[in-house]
């Protein structure tokens, strides 16, 4: 006979018992290699024109990113004088802008690896690879506050060159500020 004492707790048991045999399950299925190179085999089967149908929007997608922080966090204070000495929230405008050019680093690196799925934006951003990288110790002067017209003037530069990069590969590329929390998680 069940009371309504023992329902919540049947109702707890079978819960509980459903989840372990889930749980026993996956791993089980988790622990055969045989199942686990079936999944890589069936993850790798995208074709080459579908990997190549979304480079181009994924690339423009990073690079927007990356010239709306640089714009918003590193160009649009600079030219505002936030960053000379004795300015208003100095320090705070410094560290958005270390931040933000951390998150530019990334974001470019991100669409030069979108832009591989394409063999025309490939080959347009391709050399500017190498003006990429240079940017990587940037965001640390930033931060700083050393060499600062330099530094903006660098970040300012390869945006532009990423912009007619995507622009001359059919991936118009639109700067996009990121909110305050991409500019922590992606930095």
Request: proline share 3%; glycine share 12%.
């Amino acid at each position: 006979m069940v009371t309504r004492s023992s329902l919540p707790l049947r109702r707890l048991l079978t819960a509980l018992l459903l989840c372990g045999a889930l749980l026993a399950g996956a791993t089980a299925c988790g622990s055969d290699s045989d199942s686990a190179s079936a999944t890589k085999a069936s993850a790798s089967a995208t074709t080459k024109a579908e990997k190549q149908k979304f480079a181009k929007t994924r690339f423009a997608a990073n690079a927007g990113l990356a010239a709306g922080a640089t714009y918003q966090w590193i160009v649009k204070p600079y030219r505002a004088g936030k960053f000379k000495a004795g300015a208003d929230g100095r320090k705070f405008a410094l560290v958005k802008a270390g931040l933000a050019g951390a998150f530019t680093y990334n974001r470019l690196n991100a669409a030069v690896k979108n832009a591989k799925g394409d063999p025309t934006l490939s080959k347009a951003v391709g050399p500017l690879s190498a003006g990429i990288a240079s940017l990587k110790g940037l965001s640390t002067k930033l931060r700083k506050g050393e060499g600062l017209g330099d530094v903006t003037s660098s970040f300012n530069e390869v945006i532009g060159g990423v912009k007619d990069a995507g622009k001359s590969a059919g991936a118009e590329v639109t700067n996009k500020v990121p909110s305050a929390s991409q500019l922590t998680k992606n930095s």
